[in-house]
T-cell receptor, first 114, second 109 residues
Framework: SQTIHQWPATLVQPVGSPLSLECTVE??????LYWYRQAAGRGLQLLFY??????ISSEVPQNLSASRPQDRQFILSSKKLLLSDSGFYLC?????????????FGEGSRLTVL | GQNIDQPTEMTATEGAIVQINCTYQ??????LFWYQQHAGEAPTFLSY??LDGLEEKGRFSSFLSRSKGYSYLLLKELQMKDSASYLC??????????WGAGTKLIIKP
């Protein structure tokens, strides 16, 4: 079965600083990969998803970007963080047959922007 | 558009049964998921329903009525470790997940 590693687990960053969150997947190949953000008391918000190397779809306009340099690596970045970027970031992988496979999540990265 | 509603918070007693409801509106439907999320942790998969009816998995069951846009998660023989948020998620016509805000379940001894 697949395993998703996500890091760092926790980080505190000043406004205007850069960000890089990494996610790697083991135990599967050619997965669909996702970056979600979860704000307190709100549902998961899809930020980016990728169906293959170099293929990124953005769901919401923002100052974040994503890249997929390798099949099982997904990176979330920002050049300059905003206060509103604080939240719990989750990387997820979809497996299973067809498009109805369940999502598996990484451990999450809690970002606080001060 | 799409919309998902579930109660914000529920309280139940250890050993009892609780039902968490989820109602939705969507133009395209490819199934409904339930996830469990403990505080500070990632969500974990509980169930998937795409056809009407009840799916049972041990102490947890999930029900779907597509005509009514309604699902529920039923938890039996509640344990303290079941204290968590329960997320309802709809898979739309593009196979993307639309998430509810989650129901925080508090279990009391």
């Amino acid at each position: 079965s697949q395993t998703i590693h996500q890091w760092p687990a926790t980080l505190v960053q000043p406004v205007g600083s850069p960000l890089s969150l990494e996610c790697t997947v083991e135990g599967t190949s050619n997965p669909n990969l996702y970056w979600y953000r979860q704000a307190a008391g709100r549902g998961l918000q899809l930020l980016f998803y990728s169906v293959g190397i170099g293929q990124i779809s953005s769901e919401v306009p923002q100052n974040l970007s994503a890249s997929r340099p390798q099949d099982r690596q997904f990176i979330l970045s920002s050049k300059k963080l905003l206060l509103s970027d604080s939240g719990f970031y989750l990387c997820a992988c979809r497996t299973g047959t067809g498009d109805s496979g369940e999502l598996f999540f990484g451990e999450g990265s809690r970002l606080t922007v001060l | 558009g799409q919309n998902i509603d579930q109660p914000t918070e529920m309280t139940a007693t250890e050993g009892a049964i609780v039902q968490i409801n989820c109602t939705y509106q969507t133009s395209g439907f490819n199934g409904l998921f339930w996830y469990q999320q403990h505080a500070g942790e990632a969500p974990t998969f509980l169930s998937y329903n795409v056809l009407d009816g009840l799916e049972e998995k041990g102490r947890f069951s999930s029900f779907l009525s597509r005509s009514k846009g309604y699902s529920y998660l039923l938890l039996k023989e509640l344990q303290m470790k079941d204290s968590a948020s329960y997320l309802c998620a709809l898979m739309d016509s593009n196979y993307q997940l639309i998430w509810g805000a989650g129901t925080k379940l508090i279990i009391k001894p």
